[in-house]
């Protein structure tokens, strides 16, 4: 059943489910969880909001892209040894984020992504950048 939002924004609530669902089970998500940095998902009625620990890293370390499905966040820090740390995730959604309003912030480790439901963005692929 599609609902409709604020802006004519139509999402297929069924198709989010069982997005979320298959993003849990899938064991590729454990895996990277512990090899790369833990994700989390939660939905409210206003948003969708994308929580990663990045414990080891500071905000000017974090990179956020936007492209079309694709939710990516990449970390790298170059200690003072010089020898680079890099993690890296990517979210695919079953719809375009790029058309909604996105906004995250960082603190003490956790980086949080608001995607709305409601407000529409700019409509193109883009990076988000940390206040």
């Not at 409709?4 to 298959?22: C, G, I, M, R, S």
């Not at 993003?23 to 990277?32: G, I, K, N, Q, R």
């Not at 939710?71 to 959604?93: D, N």
């Not at 949080?112 to 206040?131: A, D, H, V």
Request: aromatic share 14%; charged share 30%.
């Amino acid at each position: 059943m599609k609902r409709k939002h604020p802006q004519n924004q139509a999402f297929d609530f069924a198709l989010v489910e069982k997005w979320l669902e298959n993003y849990f089970l899938d064991p590729l998500t454990s895996y990277y969880d512990q090899t790369q940095f833990q994700i989390d998902l939660f939905e409210t009625d206003h948003e969708w909001i994308v929580e990663a620990i990045l414990s080891d890293f500071e905000a000017s370390d974090i990179r956020i892209n936007i492209d079309e499905k694709k939710l990516s966040i990449s970390a790298i820090k170059y200690p003072p040894s010089r020898t680079q740390q890099k993690r890296s995730r990517t979210i695919e959604f079953p719809f375009y984020i790029r058309e909604q309003d996105i906004s995250a912030s960082y603190t003490n480790g956790r980086l949080e992504i608001f995607i709305s439901k409601t407000k529409k963005g700019s409509g193109k692929n883009r990076y988000i950048t940390l206040p």
